[in-house]
């Protein structure tokens, strides 16, 4: 290119000596959008949405047409009017701009934890052994163990497939002065999306189990 030919206005001369385009963003966002339920559930309801990395912000969500506001920056929470039955359905909707997306999924069937019993000790650093009883066969389960350590909640969890019944979770995490520990196993339902959804997007709505606690033998 020739040197009159770069003799532009100042404001064009990256794009146009560059060989670019001005009017193509050299980072566009993805079409499409990241729908995070971080958690959703029968009642309370939590959702992350992104577009690639990017918060998405001022979007009309709603949940089973309730309105969600948004709390902070890509992040909307609200409650629906009471708690909904198992089995009961759930419908996500998403409008950012010109983006629209619809998640459903139906709430867990509820989650009984079999073994261990309330107050069963342990062997630090050995896996504890969990089953649990559900009449449904949720996308998936969670295992978790959660502690307290110097004043500070923390946990463990473990994912496994929504046909099993049981499972493990390994110990060598927990800190030797933890206390108040406690397990629990969630149901989930990831639910499925249609419209400008990433296939990464999931509504993780869950059924949970009451929590069982435990502890290790001195």
């Known amino acids: 290119m020739s040197l009159a030919k770069c003799l532009v206005p100042f404001a064009l001369v990256a794009t146009a000596c560059a060989g670019g385009d001005s009017n193509t963003d050299p980072n566009p966002l993805p079409s499409v959008l990241l729908i995070q339920g971080s958690d959703m559930g029968a009642k309370f309801q939590n959702i992350d949405i992104l577009r690639g990395t990017t918060s998405v912000t001022g979007a009309m969500v709603t949940v089973n047409g309730v309105t969600m506001p948004e709390t902070n920056p890509g992040r909307y929470q609200g409650q629906l009017p009471s708690f909904l039955p198992p089995g009961a359905a759930v419908v996500l909707q998403v409008v950012a701009g010109t983006l629209a997306a619809t998640g459903q999924t139906t709430v867990p069937q509820e989650v009984t934890?079999?073994?261990?019993?309330?107050?069963?000790?342990?062997t630090r650093g050995n896996p504890i052994s969990v089953t649990w009883t559900s009449s449904g066969n949720p996308d998936r389960f969670l295992i978790g163990l959660q502690w307290f350590s110097n004043g500070v909640g923390s946990g463990h969890q473990v994912s496994v497939a929504g046909s099993l019944r049981a499972g493990s979770i390994p110990t060598t995490t927990v800190p030797a002065n933890a206390t108040s520990l406690e397990l629990f196993v969630f149901a989930y339902g990831d639910g499925t999306f249609t419209g400008a959804a990433d296939p990464a997007s999931r509504m993780s709505l869950r059924q949970a189990s009451v929590q069982v606690p435990v502890s290790f033998a001195p």
Do not use: D, L, R
């Not at 934890?113 to 342990?122: C, I, K, L, N, R």
């Open 113 to 122: 934890v079999v073994a261990p019993t309330s107050g069963a000790t342990f």
